[in-house]
């Protein structure tokens, strides 16, 4: 009896030390490196050199949507596997081909050598199939991608967070926006907030709409722009008397479904410009469905920075409206 209950206690003791060393091995795991919207690619020469390389680059090298220039999604950094070693393995992003005699198969490990990662695996054993397998995946693939890096990115805000509580006054509502942006403008329905970039500024408005503003979906998008052009020549004014920021006629918006602050919402992206001058840049706009308070709340993020590469600077506003939270309503007395 005696040795059945020291055997019980030493294996006891033996799964205790396991886990604790699995959970020491995690707690140790290193952070993960590199900018945001950056992806090391792993792949023989071969393949990179080749049409596999072609589709990689068509894919995950895609010009971002409503940036003029072209500006690609990921900055792409190519590896062959016998020099994927050391610090590189800490990227955050990494997407492995290989050409192997074996099924087709397409799956992400997470925090496989550093956290928060992603390393994505396509494997098949002919380029035709590569290439299938990259089509068929790469949509999500990049969504898991995107959505750590704006995690990333709005762990980063944290850090100093703007004291100002001018949205959570007017709309309910509360963003994590960066100290480094200032209010600019506050008036009945709207606030303008801004931050000095090289030869720029990146700009974040809120207003609100009525409930019915897009109750025609046949003229959606063209109700949009006329939504968008009436706040932008109400309280955004030019550099010159009779300018204002309106929607870049020549550049039809883009609309994608989405969700903010656990409602339904429309993404637009598209150009703006400055009516009778030249200005213009890219934009992100939100429509969020907020049912309760009878309302389309909007939220955008609108970019000037003329010979500059933008796609960060989007990314960043981007980041900062999906750290959007509706506050609950003060009971009435």
């Known amino acids: 009896m005696r040795k059945i209950l020291i055997l019980v ?22 952070a993960s490196i590199g900018q945001v919207n950056s992806l090391t690619v792993v792949m023989s020469n071969e393949l990179w050199e080749g049409k596999v390389g072609d589709n990689v680059r068509d894919q995950f090298a895609k010009s971002v949507v409503g940036i003029a220039w072209n500006e690609p999604i990921f900055t792409l950094r190519h590896l062959p596997e016998a020099v994927f070693t050391g610090a590189v393995r800490k990227s955050r992003s990494i997407l492995v081909v290989q050409k192997k005699d074996t099924t087709s198969l397409s799956y992400i490990n997470k925090n496989t050598y550093s956290r928060p990662q992603n390393v994505a695996v396509i494997v098949a054993p002919t380029e035709d199939e590569l290439i299938e397998t990259i089509n068929k995946n790469a949509d999500h693939i990049i969504s898991e991608f995107n959505k750590t890096d704006l995690q990333v990115t709005q762990g980063n805000f944290k850090r100093s967070l703007l004291q100002d509580t001018s949205i959570e006054d007017m709309f309910g509502v509360t963003m994590d926006i960066p100290s480094v942006y200032s209010i600019g403008k506050v008036e009945d329905n709207f606030i303008w907030l801004d931050r000095d970039i090289k030869n720029g500024t990146m700009n974040l408005i809120v207003y609100a709409l009525p409930w019915d503003s897009f109750s025609n979906n046949a003229t959606f998008i063209s109700d949009i722009v006329s939504k968008r052009d009436s706040i932008g020549k109400k309280y955004i004014p030019g550099p010159n008397e009779g300018t204002y920021m309106d929607t870049e006629k020549a550049f039809a918006p883009s609309v994608f479904p989405a969700e903010i602050g656990g409602k339904k919402a429309a993404e637009i992206r598209g150009r703006w410009e400055i009516y009778n001058y030249s200005m213009a840049g890219p934009y992100v706009s939100y429509i969020i469905n907020d049912k309760e308070n009878n309302r389309k709340l909007v939220v955008e993020g609108f970019t000037f920075a003329p010979a500059a590469v933008k796609r960060d600077f989007m990314f960043e506003l981007e980041a900062i409206i999906k750290t959007l939270k509706f506050l609950p309503k003060k009971a009435s007395n």
């Open 9 to 30: 206690f030493v294996t006891c003791l033996a799964v205790t030390s396991c886990k604790d060393g699995a959970s020491t091995k995690q707690d140790f795991t290193p």
